[in-house]
């Protein structure tokens, strides 16, 4: 082979390589070589998610901070829970804990039957790919891809096939499949939170973790969130956990768990505003200052 023919040679992409550009940076994300079965060991348990007994502590001697203690819940499919409490009592924690974003100390964690307390890294990859959807209070978007490239983002790095219908009943149902072909600074903060939904429920995962999903929005923008969270419930079946400081906000979910200190305080089902805001009165909080559930 000559010099010449050498490098006119076209290079070949790497299928498995997706690149872009995000604040100056070359961001390159490899994706699975072939199309995942699906099915992760140790089944065990058919809630969509739950917690045995878990403690999770930080740090240690004199500084450390015993962030859950011995909590056990059960989050059964279709059910949308809030999580509520002081700053501190341990809410994200939780979720992350019950997303495998953190490991335990001492309990189990189970997500859709599956117990991930004992899953090596790429197990729990790979069952967080699959399995959950993470809802943030800061959107967490790729400013450099389009509102569509974003919501498909993780079926792509996985390699699985979007369901097109699906996809297009989804954003119809959230009311941005007209905004698809924009950058998440183009949009509205509601309209990139539901795009950040979409992302999280397409491939209709077990569990959809949301942590302050309405913390940055207006009232209205809130508003549209908590009924988008509603509704993945109701007609799709799926199991959101939400952590939110605003009593109003939790009073959409089917219940909602106390957190003080670590440990799980109150368990409400059928919320209303009163109880809920009695129980956070007796857990060391007042209620949130202004509604987005109207
Ligand atoms: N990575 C960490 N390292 C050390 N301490 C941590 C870490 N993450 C959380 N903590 C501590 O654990 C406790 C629980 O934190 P967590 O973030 O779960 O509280 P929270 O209920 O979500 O609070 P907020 O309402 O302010 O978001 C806090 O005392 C916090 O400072
Ligand atoms: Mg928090």
Redesign the pocket.
């Known amino acids: 082979m000559t010099y010449a023919t050498a490098v006119e040679r076209p290079v070949r992409p790497n299928p498995c390589i997706r690149t872009f550009w995000h604040m100056g940076q070359r961001l390159s994300f490899r994706t699975s070589p072939s199309r995942p079965s699906g099915r992760l060991p140790g089944s065990t348990s058919s809630a969509a998610a739950e917690l045995r007994g878990v403690s999770k502590t930080f740090g240690a001697g004199d500084q450390a901070v015993r962030a859950l203690r011995d909590v056990t819940i059960g989050f059964a499919p279709g059910v949308f829970t809030a999580i509520m409490g002081p700053?501190g009592s341990g809410?994200?924690?939780l979720?992350n804990v019950l997303a495998g974003l953190d490991r335990v100390d001492a309990g189990e964690v189970f997500i859709g039957g599956t117990e991930i307390t004992g899953l090596e890294d790429r197990g729990l990859t790979l069952l967080r790919r699959r399995r959950l959807g993470f809802v943030f209070q800061s959107f967490n978007l790729m400013p450099a891809l389009t509102a569509r490239e974003n919501i498909v983002l993780p079926s792509e790095l996985d390699r699985r096939r979007v369901d097109q219908d699906e996809l297009a009943s989804l954003v119809h149902s959230l009311g941005i499949a007209d905004r698809l072909h924009h950058r998440p600074s183009e949009l509205p903060g509601g309209q990139q939170q539901r795009v950040a939904i979409a992302r999280a429920l397409l491939g209709r995962p077990d569990l959809v973790v949301c942590?302050?999903p309405t913390g940055a929005l207006d009232s209205t923008s809130g508003a549209e969130v908590l009924s988008a969270l509603r509704a993945a419930c109701d007609e799709r079946r799926q199991t959101v956990v939400m952590?939110t400081h605003d009593a109003a906000a939790a009073c959409r979910a089917d219940r909602v768990l106390v957190l003080r200190d670590g440990r799980l305080v109150e368990e409400i089902d059928a919320p209303t505003l009163d109880r809920v805001t009695t129980a956070l009165n007796d857990a060391g909080t007042p209620a949130a200052a202004g509604s987005v559930a109207s």
Request: net charge negative; no cysteine.
């Open positions: 700053s809410k994200s924690t979720l942590d302050e952590v």
